[in-house]
């Protein structure tokens, strides 16, 4: 048995699935999705949406298990009275229910996340592209998010054709998408922020600016901006590196399980400047136009 954790927004999503995929294509072995955090009304984001956008079925552990049983989970992983880390973890939940497994992680989020250290536990860099990873055998609980690019680069084809975005249904979207694919001035800039001021995670926009003003100096661009916090964006737009003079198209209104589109609309840009996000990433991944090219934050590959 081979468990793949999940979480996350689409971006986390993806690249655990991209992950579980490469993991089933190099060992012959099927592998079941964690996916009991989308079982928890505590959930956050979007909840599980890869099925919702993808023609996807891959196993999910949530429906292998009775609703009784993913219940009493939920309750066990609830976290212990004065503290914010869940009470028991899921490996050790799964372990006492009599599944025998061993942990694979990145670094040590397992007991990051969880506060409890399992001693047999194997660790990889985090975020780096490790196929020795292949070489452990038996019952296996994979926790990471995975976010590299050589997972994908491995099973492309498969992803590709896994990862096809449905058609946009309304006119708005479905314009904008033929715009950006047939223009070769098309530029996106994604500038994340939310969540990630809190998690000190925000971009500088020092890189904004650098990379609006070296695409400026070999074309005449278009740029659409995407961002969850758009508001912002347009009260500051020259801190990063936009001016009146720009041609500016700001998209929005891809909310409340529509943001996917966002990302299939970035994936169809010939330029993009990305977020150091891995929604941002991912659709930097999936754009496979012969000319785009990518203004990257942050030390990610793009292949």
Same mark, same amino acid.
């Given at each position: ?14 690249? %655990? ?57 939920l ?46 536990a ?5 975020? %780096? ?45 479905a %314009? ?12 996106c800039?994604h ?91 991912l ?21």
């Amino acid at each position: 048995m081979r468990l793949v954790m999940m979480n996350g927004g689409l971006g986390n999503q993806a690249f %655990q699935y991209i992950f579980m995929r490469y993991i089933e294509e190099h060992s012959g072995e099927p592998c079941i999705i964690d996916d009991l955090y989308f079982c928890d009304d505590k959930a956050l984001h979007n909840g599980y949406e890869l099925e919702k956008i993808f023609s996807l079925k891959p196993r999910r552990l949530s429906q292998m298990l009775s609703e009784d049983v993913v219940q009493e989970i939920l309750k066990l992983k609830q976290p212990a009275p004065g503290t914010s880390h869940p009470a028991h973890d899921i490996v050790s939940i799964l372990r006492t229910s009599g599944i025998s497994l061993n942990v694979i992680q990145e670094a040590d989020l397992y007991e990051h996340d969880y506060h409890v250290c399992l001693p047999d536990a194997k660790s990889y860099p985090i975020n %780096q592209f490790s196929p020795q990873i292949l070489r452990n055998h038996g019952n296996l609980y994979y926790y990471g998010y995975w976010i590299n690019a050589y997972w994908y680069e491995a099973i492309m084809d498969i992803i590709n054709y896994e990862f096809t975005f449905p058609l946009p249904q309304d006119l708005k979207n479905a %314009q904008l998408l033929h715009e950006v694919l047939s223009s070769d001035r098309s530029v996106c800039i994604h500038i994340r922020r939310g969540d990630f001021i809190d998690c000190g995670w925000l971009l500088n926009e020092e890189f904004y600016r650098h990379s609006v003003a070296s695409v400026k100096k070999v074309m005449k661009p278009v740029f659409y901006i995407f961002s969850d916090d758009m508001p912002y964006v347009k009260e500051h737009l020259s801190e990063y590196g936009l001016e009146a003079s720009d041609e500016i198209i700001f998209v929005e209104g891809n909310t409340h399980g529509k943001n996917y589109i966002d990302m299939q609309l970035m994936a169809a840009c010939r330029g993009m400047i990305i977020a150091n996000s891995s929604f941002s990433y991912l659709a930097a991944l999936l754009n496979r136009r012969a000319d785009r090219f990518v203004y990257n934050p942050t030390e990610r590959d793009i292949v």
